[in-house]
């Protein structure tokens, strides 16, 4: 088994995993869930979906619960930021769409090469966050369409920026020097709408 596999490797490294930290996911997209794994013979709790590097995983892997996530965290500092781009505020219209693509673009935008490919239902709700993020900049009236902003900012949706990033990270492995990286390549192209072949469909997940 490949957990008993990681035991002896960090018994060899002297490093220690933290069982209570650690949970096991069953990725599917049937009922069944794997049976309990242990680690360093304590059983690992089960869960629906874990954190890892700050990306929320769920069992079926529509990326829901890391988008409603994200769309709370992006709330909260619009709130924080909203009197140095909000309407009232003023600075150029310039250096208002600056503030939004350095410091509340990267919330969203980060490990999009892999929520990318969540359902058209789950990636609105970022896109409707970004509407309203350029409409607040813009001051714009309200029979103006979003995509006319989008258009005439030069701003992407939040589908272009998934292909723009899992394109240039796919060129990135093209020349990367670890062969395992071109292993991933030659299992499944990196297209957005083929992502989920490259995930078996049943595993486990331990997080410390």
């Known amino acids: 088994m490949h957990l008993n596999k990681i035991q002896s ?17 069953t990725f599917t997209l049937n009922k069944m869930t794997c049976p309990p794994i242990k680690l360093n013979n304590e059983h690992l709790p089960q869960a629906d979906e ?16 890391h988008i409603t996530t994200k769309r709370k965290q992006l709330d909260l500092k619009l709130r924080n930021l909203y009197w140095i781009i909000g309407r009232k505020s003023q600075l150029s219209l310039e250096n208002k769409l600056l503030v939004y693509k350095v410091i509340l ?7 999009i090469q892999l929520w ?16 309203k993020v350029l409409r607040i900049i813009t001051d714009v009236p309200w029979y103006v369409p979003n995509a006319i902003i989008k ?9 272009q920026e998934a292909r723009k990033y899992s394109s240039n990270y796919r060129k ?37």
């Open 105 to 111: 673009k990267p919330v969203w935008t980060y490990g």
């Open 9 to 25: 490797w960090l018994k060899t490294w002297r490093m220690k995993a933290n069982e209570g930290k650690s949970v096991q996911v």
């Open 116 to 131: 990318g490919i969540a359902s058209n239902s789950n990636l609105e709700i970022l896109e409707r966050f970004q509407s």
């Open 151 to 159: 258009r005439d900012l030069q701003t992407p949706t939040v589908k």
């Open 50 to 65: 874990a954190k890892y590097l700050g990306i929320h995983l769920d069992r079926r892997l529509t990326w829901r619960k």
């Open 172 to 208: 990135r492995l093209d020349t990367h020097p670890n062969n395992l990286d071109k292993c991933i390549i030659s299992r499944a192209t990196l297209e957005l709408a083929d992502l989920r072949d490259c995930i078996p469909l049943t595993s486990s997940l331990m997080v410390n």
